[in-house]
């Protein structure tokens, strides 16, 4: 993990928030090449539920809901974390992730000091609203994006004319107060959610439960993530939350052990049957094809973090390996004295990778630069282009490489001759010559044929 938060540091994906003030304990900035592979990856999920499915609609919820949502969903009195702390070192654990031995005996296991009892701390950061701070006022930041959803079910289905089953997705920021923040942006407590609740006729629901952890597993292989790091686990009956009937997590073998990464949940009628009640508003649906029959759907959730999907895929194509002598000849290609070199490389789908093609003319002079300048323009319009005119080809390539940027372009001295150029691929280190006229065309099929080989 130590790697892969330098490299991030390093190229421009993670800083540590207000890292000028010593850092915002679990915050963190997303830089440059950060931003854009967390859009790619929003982006991709999304497209995924709403173009792929005809019966899945989006939406984007405010942060800021009615209090009482919260006690609807149970988090008031739910969502809570079982809290001790050091009496002598003052660490804070959560009491369900250290040894049991060392609640029994009270121990604290870094400095064996004493521990306190095990108290209950909920996770919820709360404010307050308008200009009195009372217990009127007091007004929670989300800590899913799912309950947006269910207060919004009935306007959908009357503004979009929805028939069961469908389907509500959803990205956007979450908060929990974690009591524990390590292992990078794994568990923070401002984070990013991408989920989809899915409504279905109560009976259907555990045919549907399949299905989509079925198509949620088919994502992450689209994906090219590497299925021997991804596996299921099952929640136990002491592990299942207060709304489910079922629950699958998608776990991934990250550096610090596996750990989920996505949850598949049943959640039953649970949600909308407590908002009714809560609300005092009729949350059942009403079947127009089956003699206006009426029922509370039941619920199936895919619950993906996105800030944690974007730590599995930097995990997932991180890579390092030596340069091979001679892989290739040709003024651009990676030259002899490199061979034996350690290249780190981040092997990330070319539609998730935050720069597509770096442009690089192998020398400034002889109008080499000029007409890298022209294909960059050119390629501009379809791709995420970078340009690097600094520095030996060979050291490019490696940049490139780190920034995990699948395809480089080589402008050289026979460019000028026969109008084309080199394309260089990230993982085989290949090279191709390709007319420029055609090179655009190139790259499009890559990407669509890509298939994850290292
Ligand atoms: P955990 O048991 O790890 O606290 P959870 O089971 O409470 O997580 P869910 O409420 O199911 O998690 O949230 C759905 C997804 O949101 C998780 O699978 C994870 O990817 C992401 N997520 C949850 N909490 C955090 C967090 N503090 N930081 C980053 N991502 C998070």
Redesign the pocket.
Same mark, same amino acid.
């Not at 942006?185 to 407590?189: A, D, G, K, P």
């Not at 750990?259 to 949850?263: A, D, N, S, T």
């Given at each position: 993990m130590d790697k892969i938060t330098s490299l991030a540091k390093r190229r421009g994906f993670v800083f540590q928030s207000s890292e000028i003030y010593g850092g915002q304990n679990g915050a963190w900035d997303y830089g440059p090449l950060g931003v854009e592979l967390k859009n790619r990856i929003a982006a991709a999920w999304w497209k995924e539920m709403t173009q792929l499915n005809d019966d899945i609609a989006g939406l984007d919820a405010a942060i800021l809901m009615h209090p009482r949502t919260w006690e609807a969903s149970g988090h008031v009195e739910n969502f809570t974390d079982p809290l001790v702390d050091c009496k002598k070192c003052k660490s804070r654990f959560r009491a369900d992730q250290i040894p049991q031995e060392n609640i029994k005996e009270k121990k604290c296991p870094e400095c064996s000091g004493e521990l306190t009892d095990t108290r209950k701390f909920n996770l919820m950061f709360k404010t307050n609203i308008g200009p009195a701070e009372d217990s009127a006022s007091i007004i929670y930041l989300r800590p899913?994006t799912a309950q947006g959803i269910y207060v919004n079910y009935k306007n959908i289905i009357q503004s979009n004319r929805m028939k069961i089953p469908f389907g509500i997705a959803q990205i956007g920021k979450?908060f929990?107060n974690?009591i524990v &923040?390590k292992n990078f942006?794994?568990?923070?407590?401002e984070?990013e959610?991408m989920?989809m609740q899915f409504f279905v006729k109560p009976g259907t629901d555990e045919q549907w439960f399949d299905e989509w952890r079925r198509r949620r597993w088919a994502y992450y292989e689209k994906m090219g993530v590497k299925t021997d790091n991804l596996r299921w686990h099952r929640h136990g009956p002491d592990e299942l939350?207060h709304y489910a009937k079922d629950a699958y997590?998608i776990e991934y073998l990250f550096p610090m052990g596996w750990?989920?990464?996505?949850?598949v949940?049943n959640r039953s009628d649970y949600d909308l049957g407590r908002h009714a009640q809560y609300s005092g508003k009729d949350m059942q649906y009403i079947d127009q094809d089956n003699n206006n029959d009426r029922y509370t759907p039941f619920i199936i959730e895919t619950?993906?973090?996105l800030?944690? &999907?974007l730590l599995m895929i930097l995990c997932d194509a991180y890579d390092e390996e030596t340069v091979a002598s001679g892989a290739n000849s040709g003024s651009s290609s990676e030259t002899q004295s490199e061979a034996g070199e350690l290249r780190t490389v981040l092997r990330f789908h070319p539609r998730l990778a935050p720069i597509t093609v770096a442009v690089l003319p192998l020398m400034k002079k002889d109008g080499l630069a000029e007409m890298a300048q022209d294909i960059r323009r050119e390629l501009k319009e379809d791709f995420a282009v970078d340009f690097d005119q600094a520095g030996a080809i060979g050291r490019r390539y490696r940049r490139q490489d780190e920034a995990g940027t699948p395809f480089c372009v080589t402008i050289d001295y026979q460019s000028k001759e026969d109008k084309t150029v080199t394309l260089r691929f990230r993982d085989s280190m290949e090279q191709e010559r390709v007319p420029i006229a055609k090179l655009a065309t190139k790259l499009q099929q890559e990407i669509k044929a890509y298939r994850r080989k290292l």
């Open positions: 899913e979450a929990r974690e &923040t942006i794994f568990r923070t407590c984070f959610q989920e939350a997590d750990r989920e990464l996505e949850g949940h619950s993906a973090g800030t944690r &999907t």
